[in-house]
Nanobody
């Protein structure tokens, strides 16, 4: 069974940095896009950054120049380096992957359980 497990969240002061990791495991055959989303209470989940299997990236305007997404295909892992953090970045961050496993005949979207990032002094 496929699982996505995030790590790296926590409390950081404004201006600080954090690095999130998300490892996918299970009967994975191939992973296409991977990405990070975030959600605050009362608001919709929003895309923060995405990366294709070939390494093409896209970012929300609010994080451009501050966040960097990367992936290690050999480890089925995606990372989010977050610099110059501001209080507005406080949210639960979720990992997402579009992948094909031996459990199904088609690509499916999977989500991690989320990791909390709190930016506060």
């Amino acid at each position: 069974q496929v699982q996505l497990v995030e790590s790296g969240g926590g409390l950081v002061q404004p201006g600080g940095s954090l690095r999130l990791s998300c490892a996918a495991s299970g009967n994975i055959l191939r992973i296409r896009g991977m990405g990070w989303y975030r959600q605050v209470p009362g608001k919709q989940r929003e895309l923060v950054a995405g990366i294709s299997s070939g390494g093409t990236t896209n970012y929300a305007d609010s994080v451009k120049g501050r966040f960097t997404i990367s992936r290690d295909n050999a480890k089925n892992t995606v990372y989010l380096q977050m610099n110059s953090l501001i209080p507005e970045d406080t949210a639960v961050y979720y990992c997402n992957a579009l992948l094909r496993s031996s459990d199904y005949d088609d690509y499916m979207a999977y989500w991690g359980k989320g990791t909390l990032v709190t930016v506060s002094s």
